[in-house]
């Protein structure tokens, strides 16, 4: 019996549920039976847009989709009726009675790809874009505990981590012993102190030759580079934090701290204000009562989250803790699009 449970909740089994998931909602979206759930629009969240390359071992697939896919995405929208509109028109626009559906499109964290990969389809497009950048990334300061944790499991087939009771060998030789060594660091850097989990990977990460900082700095943007993309008046920045950690889970001071000056950084390092701010996760262990307060406080109207769904009216008057709709790198077709624009799929999940 707890093999059958563990079956159930391994990945395969959540993909396939998913993929049946957007099917059907693409079938219904397609007969004209989504029912209202679609509601005003929608924002959509990106990380990573580049041409796929294969890796031996790569959980962060999730976290990317290739150009091509971004620019079918894009078209299958448009075709849909829906007008691409900045973030920060998206208040308004929600408020008002308008029928033409709209879609904002945010990129979390400030890949250098970006700029190079994604940008100029969303330039083809006309779709203005919003990226949220972590100051400690673009100022390579923190490293991207994930983009470590793969490339070192890529690396060796075994590492050692103290999960609390001291340091203990982690095998890391075949696909499923990295699969679960990935899991179980990841929900200790969720659970623990994190930035005291993630230093501890960062230096077992060195000690393999695998270098966190210059991962960062292959991988995000520096101020100049920020500064020559925010000359398309297209492009709009966001702030997500200055280390990157879940705030639920920090102190009152250091919460704020992180906000106030991840949104204080965003004109120094791009030269433009921040026109929102997205959560770092975004889900239910990171977002509280107490964030969302602390952007009224500091004048940010917008905040954003990982929470899955659609935009509607009754979310004009708080808009502190909106939904997005992820572009996930695993299910990159366009009757996917359809299917999440729809709002099918998030009716069913409450």
Known sequence: MLRLIKSLTSPAVKRAVITTGLEVSAVLDSLGLSGG??????????????????????????????????DEALGTLRARGYDFI???????????????????????DGNRNNKSDAAPVFIRHNAPFTIFITK??????HSLWWETLEALLNKTPAIDFDFGLGPEPV????????????????????????????????????????????ITRELTMRAGELRELAG???????AHTVSHRGLARLSDSASR????????????????????????????????????QILRDLGMRIGVTTRPGVLTPEMATDMTALPRISFNGLYQKSRYVRALASGIPFRVMK
């Open 86 to 108: 900045r973030i920060e028109d998206m208040p308004d626009r929600l408020a008002s009675n308008a029928s033409t559906p709209f879609a904002c499109f945010t990129l979390d």
């Open 232 to 238: 398309n008046t297209l492009v709009s920045y966001g």
């Open 136 to 141: 400690g990334f673009i100022e390579a300061t």
């Open 37 to 70: 759930a679609r509601g005003r629009g929608a924002i959509f969240t990106l990380h990573h847009v580049r041409p796929r390359f294969q890796r031996p071992f790569h959980p962060n697939d999730i976290l990317e989709i290739t150009p091509d896919f971004l």
């Open 171 to 214: 095998p890391t030789a075949t696909p499923a012993q990295k699969l679960a060594a990935y899991q179980r660091i990841t929900d200790f850097v969720s659970s623990a102190d994190e930035a005291r989990a993630v230093e501890q990977l960062d230096t077992e990460a060195r000690k393999h030759g695998v270098d966190p900082l210059k």
């Open 257 to 292: 701290r992180e906000i106030a000056e991840s949104i204080a950084a965003v004109e120094t390092l791009t030269g433009k204000s921040a026109n929102a701010f997205a959560y770092t996760y975004g889900d239910s262990r990171s977002v509280s009562p107490r964030e969302r």
